[in-house]
């Protein structure tokens, strides 16, 4: 039996049961902005674009043999790789790009590049894990030891180079400060593309931008470059309207499931999320290889944020902990001890790890990670229990004891492991023994989140009654203002970024499958909530930008 045949809303605008006047909270979640649109919408752009495919194959060739010319200049093949990955066609040439850079890497010391150049070869090779040293921009300083130079795109290199800063880099520090100043200086006089390239850049740096959608935004301004290489524009255009039939296609495969389970309906109270769920999945990674992952993990979010809303706005205490305690048995046996209404949420958990678990969780012989993605669920699970007794008790936990219950009902912590799991790059155990440790990587990616998401969601939280965030505990802590605690988050975020970066450019054979996952899914968050809560409010900027990714094609 579902719950939505005995529930009413009452006057309040809570939720109570007619047979036995419970009265539940209720967080007002607007319903999907979709529908069912993608349910029913597929692409027809290889159906209405003959020999395109022929066309897409002899356009990468080209692109190919661009990147591997060894009669190309220098900064003219820096400028080229950038463009490639700025376009999102890099997963084509992975093995190319590594050695070209490595090339680059290996002679940077004798090569004597401009700022601009300079700059993107920083950020280039440290995105690819290069170890390169910031003194680099030393010699950019003059007489006054201050930055200098009068040309807009080498203040935009510079301050792009920038981000991927570590702890105590003092000279990027600098950088980053005189290069934002001097481009917003800037910004009215440029002319398009340019303008908008500065502009982007300064709302969303584009090391923290989710590739996708930097790849959706880059490839009209690449268009416009009087500079540009035609091949590779077209090459890109089409790559991108390729790639989104596919993801198209997963998305209705996955609205499918969600509309059989009926959550939206059976679960009202609850956030009906599943194309925001897979366009965040999407955010982490987007190649083709990674289809099965990403159709799994947007059922992972979708289910994770149904349990999230039951124990934040409607389950009372002793219905989530019998939830909890099923959770924990993980045993269909255990579905008669929970309240009816949690039941196709239980149901809906324990089928999906079971129809991935021999061709995803299972795959290439190592089935010792089916006991890793059971186990970060029940953790999570774990850590939404924890969050309910704050509530129901009345209890406001420390600010330090708060935040190590966050790091994991950030929910970070548990993408990161099944994103290494399900992406299948890797091949020890100690790989997952040592993320569910919650290592420094793993760490740094759950404050942001947790810190990102506070800020943004905690005035909304207090209106349904809740009054535990980090905001809040930090200002009952350390006697500070609402402001100031805000101001504190954001510093800490800034610190966690460069330890993130210093984490993920400091890697071996165990711990570099968690780079990608870690950085890419704090990229996800950075979008995600950079105007506010994109996920549980996707009415606005949320929806603009599905809509660019996965419902328009870009023009041929």
Not at 168 to 189: D, G, V, Y
Not at 233 to 262: C, G, P, T, Y
Not at 385 to 403: I, L, N, R, S
Request: hydrophobic share 35%; net charge negative.
């Amino acid at each position: 039996m579902s719950v939505s045949p005995r529930l009413k809303r009452v006057s309040s605008g809570k939720f109570a049961f007619t047979s036995d006047a419970v009265t539940r909270r209720d967080a007002n979640y607007h319903p999907t902005v979709w529908g069912d649109y993608f349910l029913n919408h597929s692409s027809k752009f290889l159906e209405t674009n003959e020999n395109i495919r022929e066309e897409h194959e002899r356009l990468g060739l080209e692109a190919r043999s661009l990147l591997v010319d060894e009669k190309m200049d220098h900064p003219n093949k820096i400028q080229l790789i950038d463009d490639i990955i700025r376009l999102g066609v890099d997963y084509h040439f992975e093995s190319e790009i590594n050695a070209e850079l490595k090339k680059l890497h290996d002679d940077h010391d004798h090569l004597d590049f401009d700022l601009r150049t300079t700059s993107t070869l920083f950020r280039l090779l440290r995105a690819h894990g290069f170890q390169v040293s910031s003194d680099v921009f030393t010699k950019f300083k003059n007489a006054n030891g201050e930055f200098e130079s009068d040309d807009a795109r080498s203040w935009w290199s510079l301050y792009e180079a920038t981000h991927p800063r570590t702890p105590e880099e003092s000279i990027l520090e600098e950088a980053l400060k005189i290069s934002r100043e001097k481009l917003e200086a800037l910004l009215p006089q440029l002319s398009f593309p340019l303008s908008d390239c500065v502009r982007h850049a300064l709302h969303i740096p584009y090391y923290r931008n989710v590739p996708r959608l930097v790849a959706r935004q880059y490839i009209p301004l690449y268009d416009a470059e009087a500079t540009k290489i035609e091949s590779l524009a077209r090459f890109a255009k089409i790559d991108f309207n390729m790639l989104q039939a596919l993801h198209q296609s997963e998305l209705k495969e996955v609205s499918r499931w969600w509309k059989d389970f009926d959550f939206a309906t059976k679960l009202p109270y609850a956030r009906d999320r599943i194309s925001e769920g897979y366009y965040w999945i999407m955010g982490a990674h987007h190649e083709p290889k990674f289809s099965l992952s990403r159709k799994f993990l947007t059922k992972i979010i979708g289910i994770t944020s149904l349990i999230d809303d039951t124990y934040d706005v409607y389950g009372n205490l002793e219905e989530v902990t019998k939830f909890t305690e099923a959770v924990e048995r993980w045993d269909m046996e255990a579905l008669n001890d929970i309240p009816q209404y949690m039941q196709v949420i239980y149901t809906g958990l324990l089928g999906m790890y079971e129809e991935f678990k021999d061709d995803l969780i299972n795959a290439g012989g190592r089935d010792f990670a089916l006991y890793y993605a059971i186990e970060v669920m029940k953790e999570i699970v774990r850590s939404y229990q924890k969050e309910a007794e704050f509530f129901h008790t009345g209890y406001t936990p420390g600010f330090d004891e708060y935040m190590e219950n966050s790091i994991i009902s950030g929910g970070y912590k548990m993408f990161i492991i099944l994103e290494v799991i399900t992406r299948g790059e890797y091949s020890l155990k100690e790989t997952l023994d040592w993320a569910l440790t919650v290592p420094e990587m793993v760490k740094s990616s759950s404050l942001i989140a947790r810190f990102v998401d506070d800020i943004q969601t905690y005035k909304a939280e207090e209106e349904r009654g809740e009054d535990v965030s980090a905001v809040r505990c930090y200002m009952k802590e350390y006697g500070v203002s609402e402001e100031e605690a805000c101001k504190k988050m954001r510093e800490m975020i800034e610190i966690e970024w460069k330890k993130l970066n210093k984490e993920t450019q400091e890697t071996d054979e165990v711990t570099a499958p968690a780079v990608l996952p870690s950085l890419n899914f704090t990229r996800v968050l950075e979008v995600m909530y950079d105007e506010g809560d994109g996920y549980s409010n996707s009415q606005g900027v949320t929806k603009d930008r599905i809509t660019a990714l996965l419902q328009n094609p870009i023009d041929l």
